[in-house]
């Protein structure tokens, strides 16, 4: 168990750091979902006119780590202009999860995925995955891994989005 453990483990930080950011050409509705959060559910409905920057991440997961400071800055700068960054956790245990945020506090929302079924929705291809949403709830970017030369192309991304 714990080698199909590692090599899954492998398997995904190999497609944070080779994977490529994802845009649609085909516009979607984003899946609907609902998610326990510290304090109660936050539905992917209530943000409707709102630009989400769903962000997937795990405490095992490296960059996850490192891309917190960048969803802190970004929601900070963009919050006050309708921008909703929406950490969802898919650790099966919730004090890990507890662990990671408190090592990386979180200036934005978080919510616990722990049985994984909002990550099958959005059908994760690697850790940390983001996703990003339109003001008409519509998905328009879906990214795969987090490395610092990609914040400013995402930085602009969100910027883009909050202009129309």
């Not at 987090?146 to 991304?157: C, E, I, L, M, N």
Request: net charge positive.
């Amino acid at each position: 168990m714990m080698k199909l453990n590692t090599l899954g483990v492998l398997a995904a930080v190999a497609a944070c750091l080779c994977a490529p950011p994802t845009w649609s050409a085909d516009l979607r509705d984003a899946p609907a979902f609902s998610v326990a959060s510290d304090t109660g559910n936050l539905r992917l409905a209530d943000f409707k006119g709102k630009v989400v920057y769903i962000d997937f991440f795990a405490s095992w997961c490296g960059p996850c780590r490192s891309s917190f400071k960048w969803l802190n800055d970004t929601h900070d700068k963009h919050a006050a202009n309708g921008l909703v960054i929406l950490a969802i956790n898919v650790d099966k245990e919730r004090d890990l999860a507890a662990q990671f945020l408190k090592q990386n506090p979180a200036r934005f929302r978080v919510g616990y995925d722990a049985e994984g079924s909002i990550a099958q929705l959005y059908q994760l291809k690697g850790m940390p995955s983001s996703y990003l949403i339109d003001r008409k709830g519509q998905l328009r970017a879906a990214h795969v891994g987090f490395r610092d030369k990609d914040r400013v192309a995402r930085t602009d991304d969100i910027a883009s989005l909050l202009a129309e």
